[in-house]
């Protein structure tokens, strides 16, 4: 064992954390979270470097990235692993801009957002009853304007294996009442929103799309998020079915109802 | 080889200690070391004093015990935990011997200590904890804090 001189001897000539080579520096910082890594980016020229090297980056970055940027819109380019984190927290259009794929930053999970366009809408083609047209506010190109309808269907799905795995997510719609001309049809109508895992369970609510939109007006208006349900994905146990589909309809009291705009399906990992 | 061939390894200060060839092999520059040039001179690592090299040794030694059947996970992480228990410098001068000999598990080990430490703590206290000069210049750190803006809102 260590006798008391050589300890004293080894404490006089203690190394210090800055005397670590950077490397260690990053293998430390790999165990941290990402918003630490990114806060002890500012301690010292060493640890910017451990922090910003590709090494830990790529750890971060999701497998699933890699298959996304060849369809991105616009080319995606980066000269560093933790430059095509950040690009990928601020959101790419992909598939010709039908869909939406981001990163959240502090947790590096997936999320998506489907248009419009990738939602199977009962009638949607039937232009006396859809409208398909572009928004200042939307974040596609087109987006769907329900002109008038007895029968409202609109369903999606989307492969979990795209998502992170483990991870909670919730389904949202993301809605609007028209205002000019003025929607009508939705007061005291409940609208039933479903979701269903691969399992086959399913979640279901109703709820009154004019409520929705009163409490988005009292925090500054724009669109609605309507939580459809929620998942989570688990690590893939068998190869049927992995599919999560979700629904919005209204087909009991089938009275007519219009003026509602859809931007799309979004598929967002919960926040902790 | 024989499974029970000893290595000889030799430290910075001129201390000779032998191991099993099991025992060795744990760490990756000593593994590749091995296989160039053989077990019959000793592996040199100068740049490990005698008391950290015991403590390498140790380590590797639990962990070739540890493949046998019958130690529980649990045991081997209560194993790991209790040798860490080492002051700040001791800590250290570990990680640089595991990153040095290439042993992946004792550097995520010991890494995974330091890392607890830092977590969720402030600039200024790691300034002041680790006696960390911050060696930016004022632009330099608007720069950087700008960068990772997000992170500190």
């Known amino acids: ?272 | 080889m024989a499974s029970g061939s000893k290595v000889t390894l030799k430290s910075s200060d001129d201390e000779f200690f032998d191991v099993t060839e099991a025992v060795a092999l744990e760490c990756g520059a000593i593994k590749n070391m091995i296989e160039d040039i053989g077990i019959s001179s000793p592996i040199l690592l100068p740049h490990v004093s005698r008391k950290i090299r015991s403590k390498v040794i140790q380590y590797c030694k639990y962990h070739v015990e540890s493949q046998k059947p019958g130690v529980s996970e649990d045991e081997i992480k209560s194993r790991d935990q209790e040798f860490v228990k080492v002051d700040q410098a001791m800590l250290f001068e570990l990680i640089l011997a595991a990153n040095y000999v290439n042993n992946q598990k004792l550097l995520d080990l010991t890494c995974q200590i330091v890392a607890d430490m830092i977590k969720g703590k402030t600039l200024e206290e790691i300034h002041n904890t680790f006696n960390i000069k911050n060696d930016f210049t004022p632009e330099e750190e608007e720069e950087i804090r700008h960068e990772n803006q997000w992170a500190f809102e």
């Open chain 1, 1 to 272: 064992m260590e006798n008391s001189s050589e300890r004293l001897r080894r404490q006089k000539h203690a190394i210090n954390m800055e005397e670590l080579p950077e490397n260690c520096i990053s293998t430390i910082l790999s165990f941290t979270t990402i918003r630490d890594i990114c806060i002890l980016s500012a301690v010292s020229k060493l640890f910017r470097s451990a922090a910003y090297d590709d090494s830990l980056w790529n750890k971060i970055l999701p497998q699933q990235c890699y298959q996304i940027l060849p369809r991105a819109v616009d080319p995606v380019t980066f000269s560093s692993k933790r430059e095509l984190y950040f690009r990928l927290c601020d959101s790419i259009l992909i598939d010709k801009g039908t869909k939406m794929f981001w990163l959240e930053p502090s947790t590096a999970k997936i999320g998506y957002m489907l248009s419009a366009r990738e939602l199977s809408i009962s009638w949607g083609e039937n232009q006396r009853y859809w409208h398909w047209g572009a928004r200042n506010d939307s974040r596609f190109e087109e987006l769907a304007e329900l002109l008038l309808v007895c029968w409202l269907e609109v369903q999606g799905q989307i492969d979990s294996r795209l998502l992170s795995e483990n991870t909670d997510y919730r389904v949202l719609f993301v809605l609007k009442l028209r205002v000019d001309p003025p929607h009508y049809g939705w007061g005291d109508l409940p609208i039933r929103f479903s979701v269903t895992t691969p399992d086959g369970k399913q979640l279901e609510s109703r709820q009154l799309l004019m409520e929705r939109q009163r409490e988005r007006r009292r925090i500054g208006g724009g669109w609605m998020e309507v939580v459809a349900g929620e998942f989570t994905t688990r690590v893939a146990e068998n190869d049927d079915n992995f599919h999560i589909k979700f629904c919005m309809e209204e087909v009991e009291k089938q009275n007519r109802k219009g003026g509602l705009f859809i931007d799309g399906v979004k598929i967002e990992p919960k926040a902790t």
